[in-house]
């Protein structure tokens, strides 16, 4: 099974939190209690979306953390990589040579192809519509939601 790890999904959670009130310079300890997670979780969560550019940091007495750029700005893929690093499906979709059977693997083009489709459809969805919550029929049909992707000939 594909999934984010604990510590994306709560990044995610934190960002939707700073971005709900985008004004605002929020703590650490802040943003846990905003957010409902631990603050040493939070505290580690700020130093990669900062490195990343997601979140601006102030310090001192009234300092703390607000987003860097407007949340419609801020894609998923941008959180799960800030998180995690480039998205790849499997090895050999980020990195050419990590595989020892790469020349004869018939799979590697179809993986990267597969990559990309995810990589699109995380890029199409922001921060800002996450913070959106969808009306009750909408959220009741999601479930059975098929996401309409093409992939590309490569």
């Known amino acids: ?3 984010v790890t604990k510590l994306t999904d709560y990044a995610s959670v934190v960002l939707t939190v700073l971005a709900s009130d985008p004004d ?3 703590s650490a300890s802040g943003l846990a ?3 409902g997670l631990e603050a040493p979780t939070v505290a580690k969560l700020l130093k990669p979306l900062a490195q990343a550019g997601l979140v601006d940091a102030f310090r001192g007495v009234n300092g703390g953390y607000r987003l860097a750029r407007d949340a419609a ?3 998923l893929v941008d959180i799960l990589e800030a998180m995690e690093g480039p998205l790849g499906m499997t090895e050999c ?3 050419a040579g990590a595989c020892g059977i790469e020349q004869s693997c018939g799979a590697r083009s179809n993986w990267r192809r597969i990559n990309d489709v995810v990589a699109e459809a995380l890029r199409g969805v922001s921060l800002a519509d996450m913070l959106a919550t ?3 029929a909408v959220g009741k049909a999601r479930a059975g939601r098929a996401i309409p992707a093409t992939l590309a000939a490569g």
């Open 1 to 3: 099974m594909l999934r």
């Open 24 to 26: 605002a310079v929020l």
């Open 33 to 35: 209690e905003r957010a």
């Open 73 to 75: 700005e801020i894609s």
């Open 93 to 95: 979709s980020v990195h």
């Open 134 to 136: 969808p009306p009750a």
